[in-house]
């Protein structure tokens, strides 16, 4: 897992190779963005497939058809913006500490 403040980014690379292998020797194969900035109509959770020209294709979670039901993702969201904000408060903290 690797954070992206903005998964866009993300969507206009090319795929890592280790990824496009992957969706060859298993079709089924999703990778889960999570972001704490996800576009407006979006939850936290987006679900990267990468079609057969290799360009990258998201949806929301609870529209991949991985049987998540929205209360599901509601929860995990609102969880996941608390641990980032927590982060990010702790971060700015220490570097008004002096800390790196």
Known sequence: MKYRWNPDDLMRRPAP???????????D?????????????????QVVRWNNAGVAESEDLVNAGLDIY???????????????R???D??????RRGGS
């Open 90 to 95: 702790a971060t700015v903290g220490d570097s």
């Open 70 to 84: 929205q209360g599901t993702i509601d929860i995990f969201s609102a969880l996941l913006r608390e641990v980032f």
């Open 86 to 88: 927590v982060l990010s």
């Open 29 to 45: 194969f999703r990778v889960v963005l999570v972001t704490d900035h996800p576009p407006e109509d979006r939850s936290c959770f």
């Open 17 to 27: 190779q280790e990824l496009a292998d992957a969706y060859q020797q298993w079709p």
